[in-house]
């Protein structure tokens, strides 16, 4: 039996919807005890605007790569809910952040699902989510649906990766095109 860090703390990770209309609105109270936060300066600058783009988290924009790009869909860009419901169909947000603690450049499209336990974090093709999507996270914490990846030519936007989830991925867990660890809401 393996054993995790103390996951509370930790996921910590999970992604805050912006309500792309109300910054402070409340996000969906079944998946997530965190409140909303906008998109901010990271989804809404414009192409031109490079000079607010912070280097430890990339632009968010989408860029060129080879292969399937895992982040077509699910992990697009986007600055209202609105965008990601046409993506990915009703239900999906546009998150900001992971938690308060990781920010999502560019805006990120996803949906909350629901976990029966706390262990597995991760559930393939999981109904709230569709085939080939991954549920992860801890209900009352934090949930989403995510396409696994398995190299960064897939995580086709700019400061995002193909890796574990950050503080908690154990070696063979699924790897997810997630922000850098450098992309702190609150650097220290």
Request: hydrophobic share 35%; charged share 20%; glycine share 10%.
């Amino acid at each position: 039996m393996r054993t995790r860090t103390p996951f509370a703390l930790t996921l910590a990770l999970a992604l805050v919807a912006c309500s792309g209309d109300d910054a402070a609105s409340a996000t969906d109270a079944t998946t997530t005890a965190s409140t909303a936060t906008t998109a901010g300066t990271d989804a809404s600058e414009s192409d031109s605007d490079t000079a607010a783009v912070d280097p430890a988290c990339g632009s968010g924009l989408v860029v060129k790569g080879e292969g399937e790009d895992k982040m077509a869909k699910w992990g697009a860009p986007c600055t209202k809910d609105e965008e990601c419901v046409a993506l990915i169909g009703e239900g999906a947000l546009c998150y900001a952040a992971i938690v308060d603690v990781y920010k999502a450049p560019g805006g990120y499209c996803s949906k909350p699902c629901e976990l029966m336990d706390a262990d597995p974090l991760y559930v393939l093709d999981h109904p709230d989510c569709g085939p080939g999507i991954t549920c992860l996270g801890v209900n009352g914490i934090f949930t989403a649906c995510l396409p696994e990846c398995t190299s960064d030519a897939q995580c086709q936007r700019d400061g995002y990766s193909c890796h574990l989830l950050p503080q908690i991925g154990m070696e063979n867990d699924p790897t997810f095109c997630l922000m850098m660890d450098s992309c702190l809401v609150n650097p220290p």
